[in-house]
């Protein structure tokens, strides 16, 4: 598998926000973008606050950007806070260094897209995505 189709980031957002139900979590908000960052699907519960398109996306970017899960971006903006700061300003789509950005890979380990949640604790957000993934029958990355 080469990409993430859109009835697959549907079923990714539609899991997503039934694991955020399930845990009585706030309302959730859910991008998943292909593997050069672009947008394919977007949906944000009832009662979202604003920003949470672009603080999503810039999870999941920020990870394709840098080959990495945003947990591991905030893991690595403790070790090298200057470094990560100055993503923001070369990084098109953001880089949010919190976790809720997983990184989607193909059979091959390849990214093939990533999943940006955010609107509740960001180990939360990281649950969500990572259980929409799974529903979608796709992999995260690690």
Do not use: W, Y
């Not at 949906?43 to 591991?72: E, P, V």
């Not at 260094?97 to 509740?120: E, K």
Request: net charge neutral; hydrophobic share 50%.
């Amino acid at each position: 598998m080469t990409r993430i189709s859109l009835d697959q980031a549907n079923l990714i957002i539609t899991a997503a926000f039934a694991k955020g139900k399930e845990l009585g979590l706030k309302p959730l908000s859910v991008a998943v973008l292909d593997a050069g960052a672009h947008l394919t699907a977007f949906q944000r519960q009832d009662g979202s606050s604003n920003l949470r398109l672009q603080i999503a996306t810039g999870k999941a970017a920020g990870a394709l950007a840098m080959g990495m899960s945003s947990r591991k971006i905030g893991d690595l903006a403790a070790e090298r806070p200057s470094f990560v700061a100055a993503l923001g300003a070369i990084a098109t789509s953001g880089v949010v260094p919190t976790a809720g950005g997983v990184i989607v890979v193909g059979s091959d380990g390849a990214a093939i897209g990533a999943v940006g949640v955010t609107g509740d604790t960001s180990d939360n957000d990281e649950l969500c995505a990572l259980a929409g993934i799974a529903a979608a029958g796709l992999t995260a990355q690690g």
